[in-house]
């Protein structure tokens, strides 16, 4: 188990890897093997992109953000242009189908609502729109609800993870077991 010394070390040195932060706007305070980040950055993506970099260092217990996000003036814009951007990108991904998603913008805030079919999907959305100028967080409230049928997941999973054991050389995976339940608890 790592000091709360070497994970505040841990965590600075993510922090200084990543070429979109400024460690210097960012203070690391641990206890309790749980990490503090404190401060004001300039945009939603750095402040994203810091959270990241930290989750990414083994041994913490957990994280508490307290980052605030601070738009120059030169950074900002209205709700209207951030919903207007967000829906030019729902309109070009090619992974979402964008009648399944809803954008809802206060003060700069992005609201994400709706449904995805994979995991992939919601995440892909979640960085996109915090690359926008003038956003200043995000919350997700996307349910993922995947659209193949549970025999068919099931069966895809079985030969992926067939697939990945002949790749590195082990056994075929045939002493793994498989079950798909439905969110309703149904098998």
Not at 110 to 125: F, H, K, M, P, R
Not at 138 to 150: A, E, M, V
Not at 158 to 179: F, K, P, T
Request: proline share 3%.
């Amino acid at each position: 188990m790592k000091t709360d010394k070497k994970l505040r070390q841990d965590s600075v040195n993510e922090l200084h890897c990543g070429q979109s932060i400024h460690p210097s706007h960012i203070v690391v305070e641990v206890e309790n093997g749980i990490v503090t980040l404190s401060g004001n950055v300039e945009s939603f993506s750095e402040k994203w992109n810091a959270e990241q970099a930290v989750r990414r260092v083994p041994g913490i217990n957990a994280l508490v953000m307290k980052i605030n996000v601070v738009l120059p003036t030169s950074s900002q814009r209205s709700d209207t242009a951030i919903t207007n951007a967000a829906h030019h990108i729902l309109d070009w991904n090619t992974y979402i189908a964008k009648n399944h998603v809803h954008v809802l913008v206060k003060d700069g805030w992005i609201t994400l609502a709706g449904e995805v079919d994979w995991g992939y999907q919601q995440l892909s959305l979640i960085r996109s729109f915090s690359f926008l100028m003038g956003v200043t967080g995000i919350s997700d409230h996307l349910s993922i609800s995947p659209t193949l049928p549970s025999r068919s997941l099931k069966a895809d999973i079985a030969l992926a993870i067939r697939r990945g054991a002949r790749i590195n050389g082990r056994d075929n995976g045939h002493d793994i077991s498989i079950q798909v339940n439905h969110m309703d608890g149904t098998s």
